[in-house]
């Protein structure tokens, strides 16, 4: 099952010209959901204009290089380790989450645009990255839902509890499992059975609520975060520090360092 | 004055959550971020502002008496024990500090109470605090306030 492309198989109940449209549909429904989202909340207009704002106190001006080498170093380290998180559980369960779903869309994409005909043959490397990917989604995704929701973990809420908030992480953790689920299924060979069938329909529904509800969903900070991580990288560099002080030089009478407790103390 | 939360800042960690003493910094049910669900039950006790390691929670004030772009921001690096506040006034004029969070190794001298002795009734009935005079570095006995010198309407 894990070197078999899934796509290819159901190109022989369904063409692969409809699998494409579906794939180009969900990426205009992302296109147009985050648009939506950046015209209703004023978000985008919000975060330039504090950008302005927050220049006029810069210390120093940057140069075209320095600019560069920040944005680098963030999109790198910041974005690419999601270092906001600090260290400990929640950043290996988002990076788990991130790399996951980021490997699962790109397999995706490769096979359902270049290897979705029942006659070309798919280089065994996209299935296995495909499942991997929906593997480490769910894990990620589930490790999260369960023990690490902030309203979970600190706030007390029962894991059952579901919010609006969640709408972007259950979808997202749903459309993974039920393409390893129908990716399984259909690769036993069941004859016509009803069992893959469902888990098709329940894969392409959770698709079209991950990606048709960006607007609702948390989707669209996958976008932002990174240019707000941007932001805050060149703020600091520039002396602006959204007017914040600087970082302490510690004199060594200020003492030993303290521990910070996880925010557990309901 | 009332704490805010920059949304672009805040990762939804619940630090804030655990320490506000109001238990009004909530996680906000759409977007998972954190807020303040009462402003105006807000002690600007700071608690949330120093406590957040992504700098995301500010104090604004009214703009009936600070209206003219006054800040006052704080970073608290705990590895390195320092709370350092940059203060930046009406007119421009800035103001930054650095202070200890604590002089002493934290934990050492925090007194481990479950394992002392009870008070017994006259200790608690007593002006003195636990740990006085010791605590206070002295051997002398501490001045205590008559009851009849307390003010009158108050009854004890």
Redesign the interface.
Same mark, same amino acid.
């Given at each position: 099952m894990i070197f078999s492309n899934p796509f290819s198989i159901l190109s022989e109940t369904i063409p692969s010209i409809a699998m494409q449209t579906f794939l180009i549909t969900m990426v205009v429904l992302v296109i147009l959901g985050t648009l939506v989202d950046i015209i209703h909340k004023k978000?985008v207009k919000y975060?330039f204009e504090n950008a302005k704002k927050a220049k006029k106190s810069a210390t120093r001006e940057l140069g075209t290089g320095e600019k560069v080498s920040i944005i680098t170093k963030t999109v790198v380290y910041d974005i690419g380790t999601t270092s #906001?998180? /600090?260290a400990g559980k &929640?950043r290996i369960a988002h990076l788990l989450g991130m790399y996951g779903t980021i490997l699962f869309w790109i397999a995706s994409a490769v096979m359902i645009l270049c290897y979705s005909s029942s006659t070309s043959i798919t280089p065994s490397v996209w299935p296995l990255i495909w499942h991997l990917g929906a593997i480490m989604t769910v894990l990620g995704g589930c490790w999260f839902w369960f023990f690490l929701?902030?309203?979970v973990?600190? #706030?007390a809420q029962p894991w059952y509890r579901i919010? !609006?908030?969640d709408l972007f992480v259950l979808a997202l953790i749903l459309t993974s499992l039920f393409g390893l689920i129908w990716s399984y299924l259909q690769s036993l060979n069941l004859e016509d059975r009803w069992d893959d069938k469902v888990f098709l329909v329940l894969y392409i529904v959770s698709n079209l609520v991950l990606f048709g509800g960006v607007y609702w969903s !948390?989707f669209a900070?996958m976008f932002?975060?990174p /240019?707000?991580a941007i932001? !805050?990288n060149l703020a600091e560099a520039d002396g602006s520090r959204?007017?914040?002080?600087? #970082?302490?030089?510690?004199p060594e !009478?200020? /003492?030993? /360092?303290?521990? &910070?407790e996880a925010?557990?103390?309901? | 004055m009332s704490t805010f939360v920059y949304? +672009? %800042?805040c @990762?939804?960690?619940?630090?804030c959550?655990? =320490?506000c003493p109001s238990d009004i910094m909530?996680? @906000?049910?759409?977007? %998972?971020r954190a807020k303040n669900i009462e402003p105006n039950f807000c002690w600007e006790c700071y608690s949330c502002v120093k406590a957040c390691?992504?700098?995301a929670i500010d104090v604004r004030g009214y703009a009936d008496f600070a209206p003219m772009g006054h800040?006052v %921001?704080? %970073?608290r $690096? $705990?590895?390195?024990? +320092? =709370?350092?506040?940059?203060i930046?006034f009406r007119n421009g004029k800035e103001k930054?500090?650095?202070s200890?969070? +604590?002089?002493?190794?934290?934990g050492k001298f925090i007194p481990k109470l479950a394992e002392t002795d009870k008070p017994n009734q006259g200790e608690i009935k007593s002006q003195i605090l636990y740990n006085e005079p010791k605590g206070l570095n002295t051997k002398k006995e501490l001045p205590t306030v008559s009851k009849n010198a307390f003010k009158k309407g108050v009854y004890y």
């Amino acid at each position: 099952m894990i070197f078999s492309n899934p796509f290819s198989i159901l190109s022989e109940t369904i063409p692969s010209i409809a699998m494409q449209t579906f794939l180009i549909t969900m990426v205009v429904l992302v296109i147009l959901g985050t648009l939506v989202d950046i015209i209703h909340k004023k978000n985008v207009k919000y975060f330039f204009e504090n950008a302005k704002k927050a220049k006029k106190s810069a210390t120093r001006e940057l140069g075209t290089g320095e600019k560069v080498s920040i944005i680098t170093k963030t999109v790198v380290y910041d974005i690419g380790t999601t270092s #906001e998180l /600090g260290a400990g559980k &929640r950043r290996i369960a988002h990076l788990l989450g991130m790399y996951g779903t980021i490997l699962f869309w790109i397999a995706s994409a490769v096979m359902i645009l270049c290897y979705s005909s029942s006659t070309s043959i798919t280089p065994s490397v996209w299935p296995l990255i495909w499942h991997l990917g929906a593997i480490m989604t769910v894990l990620g995704g589930c490790w999260f839902w369960f023990f690490l929701r902030v309203d979970v973990y600190s #706030e007390a809420q029962p894991w059952y509890r579901i919010i !609006k908030a969640d709408l972007f992480v259950l979808a997202l953790i749903l459309t993974s499992l039920f393409g390893l689920i129908w990716s399984y299924l259909q690769s036993l060979n069941l004859e016509d059975r009803w069992d893959d069938k469902v888990f098709l329909v329940l894969y392409i529904v959770s698709n079209l609520v991950l990606f048709g509800g960006v607007y609702w969903s !948390k989707f669209a900070h996958m976008f932002y975060k990174p /240019g707000a991580a941007i932001q !805050k990288n060149l703020a600091e560099a520039d002396g602006s520090r959204d007017n914040l002080p600087p #970082e302490a030089d510690a004199p060594e !009478k200020f /003492g030993l /360092g303290i521990k &910070r407790e996880a925010p557990k103390h309901y | 004055m009332s704490t805010f939360v920059y949304m +672009t %800042r805040c @990762d939804g960690c619940g630090h804030c959550v655990d =320490i506000c003493p109001s238990d009004i910094m909530h996680i @906000d049910e759409t977007i %998972r971020r954190a807020k303040n669900i009462e402003p105006n039950f807000c002690w600007e006790c700071y608690s949330c502002v120093k406590a957040c390691p992504n700098h995301a929670i500010d104090v604004r004030g009214y703009a009936d008496f600070a209206p003219m772009g006054h800040s006052v %921001r704080v %970073r608290r $690096e $705990e590895e390195k024990g +320092t =709370i350092s506040w940059k203060i930046k006034f009406r007119n421009g004029k800035e103001k930054n500090f650095v202070s200890p969070i +604590t002089t002493k190794p934290w934990g050492k001298f925090i007194p481990k109470l479950a394992e002392t002795d009870k008070p017994n009734q006259g200790e608690i009935k007593s002006q003195i605090l636990y740990n006085e005079p010791k605590g206070l570095n002295t051997k002398k006995e501490l001045p205590t306030v008559s009851k009849n010198a307390f003010k009158k309407g108050v009854y004890y």
